[in-house]
């Protein structure tokens, strides 16, 4: 859990809050969240007008961004895990659990 701490740090802090608050999420909110920016690639003329948008550079991007709020929650998810785990074991001197896969 320690290692989880210190790759994560404030951001657990964040997502608590933010689940204490939501019962649902999506990845862009998580995301802003996090400060993980989800943007178009745009290229645009002098006035602001969109000429084109890369699409392929754009979906690269947000697939990265994605990955990224993905590799955050698994983290911060077992992280929780764990709490709960450590939290049992402290109270009952042991802990069991079932789960599906």
């Known amino acids: 859990m320690k290692r989880i701490e210190g790759k994560l740090g404030d951001k657990i802090k964040k997502i608590d809050e933010y689940f204490a608050e939501n019962d649902t999420?999506?990845?862009?909110?998580?995301?802003?969240?996090?400060?993980?920016?989800?943007?178009?690639?745009?290229?645009?003329?002098?006035?602001?007008?969109?000429?084109?948008?890369?699409?392929?550079?754009?979906?690269?991007?947000?697939?990265?961004?994605?990955?990224?709020?993905?590799?955050?929650?698994?983290?911060y998810f077992d992280y929780k895990l764990g709490c709960q785990i450590r939290d049992c074991i402290r109270e009952k001197?042991?802990?069991?659990f079932e789960s599906e896969i």
């Open 25 to 75: 999420y999506s990845d862009s909110e998580i995301g802003k969240l996090l400060g993980i920016e989800f943007e178009e690639t745009r290229n645009t003329d002098k006035n602001g007008e969109i000429k084109e948008i890369n699409m392929l550079t754009s979906w690269n991007n947000q697939g990265k961004q994605e990955l990224e709020v993905k590799r955050v929650l698994a983290e």
């Open 93 to 96: 001197s042991s802990c069991g």
